[in-house]
C-alpha cells in the first residue's frame, strides 16, 4: 500500500517469485481484496495472473470478487485479467457460471464489468452460448446505458441470431435514447447476420 505506483508495481512483479497456488499467498491477495486500499486491490489483481492456475477456484473466487468492486480500476484490472486468459480458459464452465451471475448485479458497474469479461470465457461464436442469451435480453433492457450498450456489444459476439426474443431486443435498441447504445445495438445486428 506504498504511495510510491513504483514501489507497488515492484512489489507485484516481485510476487511472480512465489510458488502458485499457495493457499497462505492466495488468502493474503483475497483479504486485500477485502480490505485494501483500491490501489492495493487493485495490484492483488494483478498479482493474481502469476500466482494462481488459470481454472483454479481461488482464481475464480479472487477475480469474481474484483468484478464487484466499487472502483472502476480494480473492476478494469478483473476484467483485464480475464480477458487474458490467467483466470481461465476460454470455455471454462466455472468461471463462466461465475461471471454470468455477476451480469445481473445490483450494482451498474459490476454488470458491465460482467459484461465485458464475458466473451472470453465463452466458446467460439461459431457454437453461440444459449444460456447467455436470457441474460442478455434483460440487459438490454437495464435502466442504465453503458449497461445497455455493453449487452449489445456482448450479444454480437455471443449471441445466437435464432433466438427470437434476443433479436427483437437488439432491434429496440437500435431506437435507444443513448447513441452509444444505437451504435452498438446496430453493429450486433451485423455481426449476427
Request: net charge negative; proline share 5%.
Amino acid at each position: 500500500e506504498d504511495n510510491d505506483p513504483n514501489v507497488r508495481r515492484a512489489a507485484v512483479e516481485a510476487l511472480s517469485v512465489l510458488p502458485r497456488d499457495n493457499v497462505d499467498v492466495v488468502y493474503s491477495l483475497y483479504h486485500k481484496l477485502q480490505y485494501g486500499a483500491a490501489e492495493a486491490r487493485r495490484a492483488a489483481i494483478q498479482a493474481l495472473c502469476h500466482l494462481v492456475s488459470p481454472g483454479s477456484e481461488d482464481a475464480i473466487k479472487v477475480a469474481a470478487l474484483g468484478l464487484r468492486d466499487e472502483e472502476p480500476s480494480v473492476r478494469e484490472a478483473s476484467i483485464e485479467a480475464i480477458k487474458s486468459g490467467h483466470i481461465a480458459p476460454k470455455g471454462h464452465l466455472r468461471a463462466f457460471s461465475e461471471v454470468l451471475q455477476h451480469v445481473q448485479h445490483g450494482y451498474p458497474a459490476t454488470r458491465q464489468a460482467s459484461l465485458c469479461a464475458l466473451p472470453y470465457l465463452c466458446p467460439a461464436k461459431q457454437e453461440p452460448h444459449t444460456s447467455v442469451v436470457p441474460a442478455l435480453v434483460v440487459m438490454m433492457e437495464d435502466t442504465d446505458w453503458a449497461v445497455r450498450r455493453q449487452a449489445a456489444m456482448c450479444a454480437g459476439q455471443l449471441g445466437d441470431r435464432l433466438d427470437e426474443r434476443m433479436m427483437q431486443s437488439l432491434h429496440k435498441l437500435v431506437e435507444d435514447e443513448e447513441g452509444h447504445v444505437r451504435q452498438a445495438a446496430t453493429k450486433a445486428l451485423v455481426q449476427l447476420r
